[in-house]
Nanobody
Framework: QVQLVESGGGLVQAGGSLRLSCAAS????????MGWYRQAPGKQRELVAIINSVGNTNYADSVKGRFTISRDNAKNTAYLQMNSLKPEDTAVYYC??????????WGQGTQVTVSS
């Protein structure tokens, strides 16, 4: 089992920046991909960014050039640096992880609110 704990959400003005962290604990040696999804009110959960164990990344088109995902394998922690935030980035952001047996894990979510 893997436990994920997010931190770093909050309220920011448009154009501002936030950095989310996701710390993994438990059977972390089995982890492969880590990433972030988000869900805005009334919308489906969508992929924001994902990174695998060797550092390959993938981003949603809506955040390319503004968000950067990174990972510290020694600390079992993933980060999402969010710059040039827009009101449409407002959502609950969920940390995601998948292990080498394709089991998936989710954090509890952290609220990001961008005011105009």
């Amino acid at each position: 089992q893997v436990q994920l704990v997010e931190s770093g959400g909050g309220l920011v003005q448009a154009g501002g920046s936030l950095r989310l962290s996701c710390a993994a604990s438990g059977s972390v040696f089995r982890l492969n991909a880590m990433g972030w999804y988000r869900q805005a009110p009334g919308k489906q959960r969508e992929l924001v960014a994902i990174i695998n164990s060797v550092g390959n990344t993938n981003y949603a088109d809506s955040v390319k050039g503004r968000f950067t995902i990174s990972r510290d394998n020694a600390k079992n922690t993933a980060y999402l640096q969010m710059n040039s935030l827009k009101p449409e980035d407002t959502a609950v952001y969920y940390c995601y992880a998948a292990d080498r047996s394709y089991r998936t894990y989710w954090g509890q979510g952290t609220q990001v609110t961008v005011s105009s």
